[in-house]
């Protein structure tokens, strides 16, 4: 029940690596990670403010990972291959309900875990919203594990060579080509511009059905693996030759992506510039697409593809050139992704509560922070009975300090001055004597008022660690998944505190 198992261990399943710089970007913006609550990250190492709560670069225990994937069942692979993959992938979700993707690699891939744990820093740093990002790292033994975002709509390679209702619409195509290449272009200013084995199995497509590029291609298989898995139809020439991946590979790779864009098929290079010199493009193009594409868009994407199919390296076009070409073709920018692919958009409000709510229910599930404020002050420390015995000798004056910070909080919550009431609250949690869930949930709320949403999460869940069946603990970890965009967990929440309450007035401790 609830999101908190792993801080009922007192253990903190994202901890950093204090050697590391925490200089993490986004999206042209910068944030800068110091372990705390201020600076850009807020507690639980969830970047603010900076377009959709990555987390911060972690390195997760193998427990954790075992938890989030039920001890890697098959039954959680999702990797294409399935459990044929030399290096299979997972899906899981962690305690806090993010779900996760989990890149299990073969015993001894990096032998060195000190190598493997730089590399991933190095990719962890990255943060676009055109990668599925990487989150962390596990090395345990001889175990080595990537963990990224989770993309839940599926991969090119499934909407263009295994669709079912829809193939992909040409201005989709348009779009995939383009956001690849705008990953592509900010992982190469970024000073990572290798991506080993560039393919259709690579392009991930998001909640809202934007396409991203996975951040496992930015790091090899294994040390001494090689960088390509594919047919060897589809590898670099110059790959062949010596066995090194370049930014120009990488580019040959793309060539191979739109190849694939156009035509629905996955053609072999040297067939389709074939083709391309014959003047055969509309042979090249997907029969599905007849009539329902521009010819001149279709022109400067084969042009395109041909230059980055080039046998010379040199000749082919930079990641810049890449963005340039295809930024103009780009004529329907207001159309969400999810409609071009023909899928549902995720939930934008968490769903009707199952059961009847209480006043603080109603205010939680219509986020109105002043309502739920009003309430908790009404509320006072009423639900704090019985969660501290204190022996008389307890009483020093340590406590009483304490007891000043907590009268301090309170003060500056019915006043409304909600960062002084997150300090003092904050001095009486670090002294640890005694434990309070209002404490937590007031700061809790504070955090929300104050825009910091996945700080809020992590004290509404230490509130149900002290208090397991209260039910605003509940409810104020279903506001803070809403404001963090998980609605339907923000829903599952809502109705658990209200079976909680309806389970109270039949008879157990005093709402």
């Known amino acids: 029940m609830g999101c908190c198992q792993s801080l009922c261990s007192g253990k903190n399943p994202l901890v950093k690596d204090p050697t590391q710089p925490q200089q993490l970007t986004h999206g042209g913006s910068t944030a800068v990670d110091n372990g705390g609550i201020g600076g850009g990250v807020a507690a639980g190492g969830v970047v603010v403010g900076t377009g959709g709560g990555i987390p911060s670069f972690s390195e997760f225990s193998l427990a954790d990972l075992k938890s989030a994937t039920t001890n890697f069942s098959s039954d959680n692979i999702v990797s294409e291959s399935g459990e044929k993959a030399p290096n299979l992938v997972y899906k899981g979700r962690l305690q806090n309900r993010r779900w996760i993707a989990v890149k299990k690699f073969t015993k001894m891939a990096w032998p060195d875990p000190k190598q493997f744990a730089e590399e991933a820093w190095g990719v962890g740093k990255l943060r676009h919203n055109r990668l599925a990002n990487l989150i962390g790292y596990c090395c345990d ?63 991930l497509f998001d909640e809202d059905g934007d396409p991203r590029l996975s951040c496992f291609g930015l790091m090899k298989n294994s040390r001494d693996g090689k960088s390509y898995s594919t047919n060897l139809a589809y590898t670099p020439p110059e790959y062949l030759r010596n066995g090194r991946v370049t930014p120009e590979s990488v580019t040959y790779s793309f060539g191979t992506v739109l190849l694939d864009l156009l035509s629905g098929k996955h053609i072999p290079p040297s067939h389709a510039l074939d083709m391309i010199r014959g003047k055969n493009i509309i042979l090249l193009m997907d029969s599905h697409l007849e009539g329902k594409f521009s010819t001149e868009e279709a022109t400067v994407v084969v042009e395109l593809a041909s230059q980055c199919l080039q046998y010379e390296p040199r000749e082919r076009p930079n990641t810049k050139d890449l963005v340039a070409t295809l930024a103009p073709l780009q004529t329907k920018s207001d159309l969400p992704s999810y409609v071009m692919l023909g899928i549902k958009k995720h939930e934008e409000a968490p769903a009707t509560p199952q059961r009847p709510l209480s006043p603080l229910g109603e205010a939680c599930s219509r986020l109105d922070l002043t309502a739920i404020h009003q309430i908790l002050v009404m509320t006072h420390y009423r639900d704090d009975e019985g969660t501290n015995e204190l022996s008389f000798q307890e009483w020093t004056q340590q406590m009483k300090d304490m007891l000043d910070a907590r009268k301090r909080g309170d003060l500056a919550f019915r006043e409304k001055d909600f960062k002084t009431a997150i300090d003092c609250y904050s001095q009486f949690i670090d002294v640890g004597t005694m434990v309070s869930p209002t404490v937590f949930g007031r700061r809790s709320l504070c955090y929300l008022l104050c825009d910091q949403p996945d700080a809020a999460l992590r004290d509404a869940m230490q509130a149900q660690c002290v208090y397991p069946d209260w039910p605003t603990a509940f409810y104020m970890q279903s506001v803070a998944l809403a404001k963090l965009n998980m609605n339907t967990d923000a829903a599952d929440m809502l109705n658990e505190a209200a079976q909680l309450e309806e389970k109270r007035q039949r008879g157990g401790k005093g709402s």
């Open 141 to 203: 033994g001889d175990e080595r594990l990537l963990v990224a975002e989770f993309m839940p709509n599926d991969t090119l390679a499934k909407h263009l060579f295994h669709w079912e209702n829809q193939t992909i619409e040409w201005a989709m195509r348009l779009r995939v080509g383009y956001y690849i290449a705008e990953a592509l272009d900010y992982c190469s200013t970024e000073g990572r511009p290798l991506y080993h084995d560039l393919n259709a199995y690579r392009v």
